[in-house]
Nanobody
Framework: VQLVESGGGLVPPGGSLRLSCEAS????????ISWFRQAPGKEREGVSC???YYTDPVKGRFTFSRDFATNPAYLQMNNLKPEDTATYYC???????????????????????WGRGTPVTVSS
């Protein structure tokens, strides 16, 4: 099982990026995928859980989607702000964990596989 993120980079404030999460070794559409991020010197935080749940600072700006025909899961990030600067990770929600919204969305123990991350820098 492997998850590989891509799509990160340097973008000015107000810009957009689309991150991708490619899965191998399992069927992506049989699991919930979440996105996390970790800024320098800060703890990892959850960004999205499934399609519907987002941390408050990104609501209305970030959108999770997935293309069942071609595998990747995506995180579309619009109106990026300097405080969005972080390494972004996708993770597979463990089979048997509560559905997103039915309990803590981003508890580490509910995730069994993680990608290595893709860095995002928002700066002018």
């Amino acid at each position: 099982v492997q998850l590989v993120e891509s799509g990160g980079g340097l973008v000015p404030p107000g810009g957009s990026l689309r991150l991708s999460c490619e899965a191998s070794g399992f069927t992506l559409d049989q699991y919930v995928i979440s996105w996390f991020r970790q800024a320098p010197g800060k703890e990892r935080e959850g960004v999205s859980c499934g399609r519907r749940y987002y941390t408050d600072p990104v609501k209305g700006r970030f959108t999770f989607s997935r293309d069942f025909a071609t595998n990747p899961a995506y995180l579309q990030m619009n109106n990026l702000k300097p405080e969005d600067t972080a390494t972004y990770y996708c993770a597979r929600r463990r089979s048997g964990s509560p559905d997103c919204g039915a309990g803590p969305n981003w508890q580490s123990s509910d995730y069994d596989y993680w990608g290595r991350g893709t860095p995002v820098t928002v700066s002018s």
